[in-house]
């Protein structure tokens, strides 16, 4: 994942916030405020700290079950892709940070149970895809065998090399690991309890960055066999004969992408009327389509009842929105109907923290209600549960704590990628959202049968939307589903954050043969110029 692979070059200068200057009106100032090499020690640094705090270690076990004195710059609570990554930046900045953590392995859900071993196993079935289906392209694979506990295997040495490379990041940037279940008690103090007791630490700032785990569905707990959520379906240890997914956001699909190609017989329940529904209607659309051509069963406004274990799998009753009802049966069922926070337990109870509906709220710069709280990721009321957004709220945090130019997250330049076959990936506003504000929009549309690198690859479907203010040419928003859809669509994320219009797209160029090709046509396609289609 782009973010984690960035991470491992954390010893370049704060190049991640460097966009910021443009947005300082005098490019020469903030410059100068990046370049300040040690920001801390104007803001928090009690000489206390220096004489009686190991650094390495954090507490020596006498200190258990009293309060520090020694307060830190900046205590992080969660090593996911926010908390991690916040900590880091912390310690670029030179802020004496502890990062705490509750888990033997450092890189949340992301690293361990999400973004990273989903995508490894992703690129597996890609390669199988195409080693079952080599015949058209006249390479002739006799007999091919899937070793399915290599493909974990892999996909676990993956996971613990980057984990590693978390832990080794951390160290370099100075930031002190704790390990253990932290509690906000209030005043700037954390408690954190782990097998060697209890203690308390102070910090001037917190960051609360405890991310989400999966939701059931009521009355229903996971277990390692039947009844799986992300963590236990990353577990199995062969692809089971047929399963059912309940629920078609991104993790849904992205599952029942890789098992499909990986040979089970997949059904997907969604309750809403379309699936991946925060997506523009034509990509919903496009990806029924295509998973209906892959064979992958959908089934849309409908309701999964009565699920229960059986013998050898689990059984539901199945009402579908002609409201016909049907017995199915699996070897596996896969809940993946959203994240709820991690804001439970923690100790909010003794903060101002306000929340909405269990998510933290905050302002632009992602301060909570109480004074020094921060919250990023996961866990914060009104930005999309992504590690991309986490990270980015991390930054922003962390900035701002440090008197550093901290630009608040545009909510319309958030990429959203969706790791299926065809791939999605999608920026900005869609169709229905920009008509709703009542903007006059064009629509420019290109298909992918038009590229010619996407004939090569031997990926049709899909297209490439473009949503554009009528007027002045502004890009609204742009919305892909096809062959690499979600890396095509950081051309779309640049063209947006530079404020280009689509006419300075238009005369982007292009190279040939590639797949961004499309995207340049697409822009075209805004006023019928498009070539190819
Ligand atoms: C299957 C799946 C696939 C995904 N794929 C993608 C993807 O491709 N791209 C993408 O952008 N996003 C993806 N996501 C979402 C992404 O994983 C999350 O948005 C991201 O991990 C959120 O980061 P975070 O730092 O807020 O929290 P998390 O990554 O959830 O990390 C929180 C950490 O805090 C720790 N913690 C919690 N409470 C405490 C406590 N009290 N004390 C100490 N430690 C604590 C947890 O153990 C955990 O390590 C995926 C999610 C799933 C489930």
Redesign the pocket.
């Known amino acids: ?1 782009g ?1 984690l692979s960035a991470g491992f070059s954390a010893g370049a200068p704060a190049g991640l916030e460097g966009g910021a200057a443009f947005f300082c009106g005098a490019r020469f100032v903030c410059e100068d405020v990046w370049a300040n090499p040690h920001p801390a020690a104007s803001i928090n640094t009690t000489s206390s700290h220096l004489i009686l705090f190991s650094r390495r270690t954090g507490y020596d076990p006498g200190d258990i079950g009293r309060i520090k004195k020694v307060p830190y710059d900046l205590i992080v ?9 916040a900590a880091i930046r912390a310690g670029q900045f030179g802020l004496k940070t502890a990062l ?4 033997a ?15 490894s196993l992703l690129q597996t079935a890609d390669v199988w895809d195409r080693f079952v289906h080599s015949e058209a392209e006249g390479i002739h694979c006799e007999n091919p065998r899937l070793d399915y506990p290599k493909v974990k295997d892999r996909k676990d040495g993956i996971v613990n090399k980057h984990s590693k490379g978390v832990e080794m990041l951390l160290k370099r940037a100075k930031v002190e690991r704790i390990s ?4 906000l008690k209030g005043g700037g103090k954390v408690e ?1 309890t782990s097998d060697s007791g209890t203690q308390t630490l102070e910090a001037k700032n917190i960051i609360i ?6 939701r059931m569905l009521p009355g229903m707990q996971p277990d390692a066999d039947f009844i799986l ?2 963590i236990e379906i ?1 577990n199995l240890t062969s692809v089971p004969k047929s399963l059912i997914v309940i629920g078609a956001g ?2 849904g699909v ?2 029942a992408s890789i098992f499909k190609r990986f040979g089970a017989d997949v059904t997907v329940i969604e309750m809403l009327p379309r699936i991946v529904p925060v997506e523009d209607e034509d990509i919903s659309k496009e990806l029924e389509r295509s998973f209906k051509k892959q064979k992958i069963r959908v089934e849309t406004g409908a309701r999964a009842e009565n699920i229960r274990k059986t013998a050898n799998g689990v059984s539901l009753t199945l009402t579908t929105k002609e409201g016909k009802q049907e017995t199915l049966q699996a070897e596996k069922l896969l809940v ?1 109907v959203g ?1 709820k926070p ?1 804001t439970e ?2 100790g909010l109870e003794n903060t101002k923290v306000e929340l909405d509906r269990g998510f933290i709220k905050v302002d632009a710069h992602q301060m909570t209600a109480e004074p020094g709280v921060y919250a ?5 009321a009104g930005t ?8 980015r ?2 930054m922003i945090a962390v900035a701002h704590m440090a008197g550093k130019p901290a630009i608040p997250i545009n909510k319309t330049r958030i990429p ?4 299926t076959e065809p791939g999605i990936g999608s920026v900005g506003l869609t169709e229905a959202q920009a008509r709703a504000q009542g903007r006059k929009v064009k629509i420019g549309k290109f298909p992918f049968v038009g590229n010619s690198r996407a004939t090569i690859l031997g990926h049709h479907d899909g297209f490439i939307k473009v949503v554009a203010d009528e007027q002045y040419g502004e890009i609204l928003g742009v919305h892909i589903i096809g062959p690499e859809g ?1 890396e095509l669509v950081a051309e779309a994320v640049a063209a947006m954050e530079a404020e280009a219009t689509v006419d300075v797209m238009m005369q982007t160029i292009h190279a040939h043969p590639t797949l961004y090709e499309a995207v340049g046509e697409a822009f075209n396609a805004v006023y019928g110029l498009s070539i190819n289609a």
């Open positions: 994942m973010h609570i969660g090593s996911g892709p926010g908390g991690y990554s705490i953590e509750k888990q392995k450092l890189g949340g859900t992301c690293l361990l149970v999400g973004c990273i071993p989903t995508k253990g279940f932290a509690t954190v960055a405890t991310g989400s785990e999966a959520t992300n990353l991104a993790v992205e599952f993946a994240r991690n337990k923690i990023i990721g996961d866990v914060v999309p549960q992504l590690a991309h957004v986490a990270t709220e991390g959203g990628c969706t790791y979600f």
